[in-house]
Every structure is written in C-alpha cells, then in structure tokens.
C-alpha cells in the first residue's frame, strides 16, 4: 500500500521559509519522478514542481526561483523547500509520484498534506 505522509506546514509571515517533508512507503521514491501538488478550496491539485530519479528539477512560473525540491533515497523522502513565501503560496501541499511528464500523478491515494499559510 502506497502511503504519503507530508510535514512542515506553519503559519509563516511574507517572505519566510519552510521546508516540507513527504515520507513516503510502499514505493522506492528513486525509482519516481516526484512532485509536490498544492490545493486551494475550489480547485484541484496542482502541480508545483517535481524531481526526476536523476536530480533534475521542474516548477511551476508561479514558483520558480523560490522553492525548491530535493530527495533524500535513502529515507524514501522528499522535500519542498519553500523561500519568500506570498500569501498566495497558502494552501494545503501534497506530494506523490508523477508521470514521465511530471504533468499527472501516478497513485490515487493521497496523505493528508500539510497546510501551508501566509499571512502577516
């Protein structure tokens, strides 16, 4: 059984940082390209950024240049490394193994995120 079990999320001021944590089980992240997704009420998740089993690194325009992602093997983690956070960046943050494209998630079943808020 694939689990997801994200971590990290606070209430952070603008321009603050958090790191996320996704532990995950039943899978061998280092064979997946990961992503981390995010949710806002109303909408779907979206993706924000993934890695690929070799280290390189995709975001989202609305993102780049302030987060970034890396994996740790060895624990089957991954993490979101969040920089200047803007209120806009507040919502609920889920990880999961993405498609070869990095445009969709391979697993249906999701952990409970972790929230993410920005605000002063």
């Known amino acids: 059984q694939v689990q997801f079990v994200e971590s990290g999320g606070d209430l952070v001021q603008p321009g603050g940082s958090l790191r996320l944590s996704c532990a995950a089980s039943?899978?061998?992240?280092?064979?997946?390209?990961m992503g981390w997704y995010v949710r806002t009420p109303g909408k779907q998740r979206e993706l924000v950024g993934h890695?690929?089993?070799?280290?390189?690194?995709k975001f989202a325009d609305s993102v780049k240049g302030r987060f970034t992602i890396s994996r740790d093997n060895f624990k089957n983690t991954v993490y979101l490394q969040m920089n200047n956070l803007k209120p806009e960046d507040t919502a609920a943050y889920y990880c999961?193994?993405?498609?070869?494209?990095?445009?969709?998630?391979?697993?249906?079943?999701w952990g409970q995120g972790t929230q993410v808020t920005v605000s002063s």
């Open positions: 039943g899978i061998i992240i280092s064979l997946y390209l």
């Open positions: 890695i690929t089993s070799t280290g390189s690194t």
């Open positions: 999961n193994a993405a498609t070869p494209d990095g445009s969709s998630p391979v697993f249906g079943s």
